[in-house]
């Protein structure tokens, strides 16, 4: 029998790399013969860096870099196996956890820490660079990333913009004379998993700036701010990005990487499962395990359940989804390829106590799978 084991972290309790061991330990109380292949997965946010290292036998980089309020955080990125690919999770420069919650103010939080990573990542010879844009604290549609890269953001006198997504309404030009050369050979891919545009109802401040501390009164003065960005990158850039799927990712950031950078979007569990080989290591498996935080209606828009869950039915691999727990219309994964999905707690059980011994609870709860699996089998020969 073999196995592939392509979980997601169960975030707050154990990475990816912890769960697939977790899940492994289950397989072998009911087939100590298993051939298991232990694949440790994300999907651009959270867990990215740790997976794709794990999964690669790469290495992690820690830099202090400039936090969202400008304050020095302490922020790793990691370097894939290759030693030409570079893991960049923005949220660990410019995330919203890094800032207070009674800090929490999009117009002057910045993402120039993003663009120090970025930075710092050409320094380690990077020829590719994987972003994740999820979990910002910043609206600044990537302002302060470019600042950070050498571009400078000018007003109609001729003076450097300050930090913040309220700069923008009075962004006057765009001067990439200074941009890092080294980008021009780098070749970065975005891992993004919404479809919003830079601006308007469905954008980066309506959507996302009251989570991040915006008022109402704020929202209307970040996106107006956002569609003078647009405007003077269409001018002097040539690119019009506002209305492009994902603009509105990370506070505009995704539009700042594709004006200014050449990035390319992409669903983030699409890169992981192509970085990590997924896929060869479906060819001869029998069954796939895959399993995340909590799985729920949102698991079938691009989560990685979905995702590993694809690529199995691409090799008609079946494929057990065993998750912290079950949430509202977690049924939707069934028509995206999942064939079954068990919570790890057995009973009634306080969070803190469940996320303490995830670990023993995934290991029991993929052997009750296993067993199950196993009476299928034996039902099947007889």
């Not at 790469?58 to 922020?75: F, N, Q």
């Not at 303490?356 to 609870?361: I, K, R």
Request: charged fraction near 20%.
């Amino acid at each position: 029998m073999r196995v592939v084991i392509a979980p997601d972290s169960y975030k707050g309790s154990l990475t990816a790399a912890e769960v697939a061991e977790a899940m492994a330990a289950g397989v072998r109380r009911v087939w100590p013969e298993a051939q298991l292949t232990l694949v440790p997965m994300a999907d651009g946010g959270e867990g990215t860096v740790q997976a794709l290292v794990d999964a690669t036998g790469g290495r992690l980089i820690t830099a202090t870099v400039r936090g969202p309020l400008g304050d020095p955080v302490e922020a790793t990125f990691g370097m894939m196996g290759d030693g030409e690919t570079a893991v960049i999770e923005m949220a660990q420069a410019s995330g919203l956890p890094l800032v207070p919650r009674e800090r929490r103010n999009p117009l002057i939080t910045t993402t120039y820490g993003t663009g120090e990573l970025i930075r710092r990542a050409l320094d380690e010879g990077a020829a590719r660079l994987i972003i994740g844009i999820g979990g910002s604290a910043t609206n600044d549609g990537g302002a302060g990333m470019a600042q950070a890269l050498g571009v400078r953001l000018l007003d109609a006198a001729g003076q450097d913009l300050g930090p913040g997504g309220a700069e923008l309404a009075r962004l006057d030009r765009i001067d990439t004379s200074g941009l890092d050369p080294r980008l021009s050979a780098v070749e970065i891919t975005v891992a993004c998993d919404v479809d919003n545009p830079l601006t308007g109802p469905r954008g980066a401040s309506a959507v996302f700036g009251p989570q991040k501390g915006a008022t109402p009164e704020m929202v209307a003065q970040l996106d107006a701010a956002l569609r003078r960005w647009a405007e003077v990158i269409r001018r002097d850039l040539g690119r019009d990005v506002e209305n492009v799927p994902g603009a509105g990712a990370a506070g505009g950031l995704g539009a700042g990487l594709m004006a200014l950078l050449n990035a390319r979007l992409r669903r983030g569990v699409e890169i992981v499962v192509e970085a990590t080989g997924l896929e060869r290591h479906l060819t001869d498996a029998d069954l796939c395990l895959t399993g995340e935080g909590n799985t729920d209606f949102q698991t079938a828009h691009g989560k990685t359940p979905m995702g590993v869950a694809q690529a199995a039915r691409r090799h008609g691999v079946p494929v057990i989804c065993i998750s912290g727990g079950l949430g509202r219309d977690h049924r939707r994964i069934y028509d995206v390829g999942i064939d079954a999905a068990l919570p790890i707690v057995p009973g009634p059980v306080d969070l803190d106590a469940a996320m303490a011994s995830g670990a023993a609870y995934v290991a029991d709860a993929t052997e009750r799978a296993l067993r199950l699996v196993a009476v299928g089998m034996r039902l099947r020969r007889a």
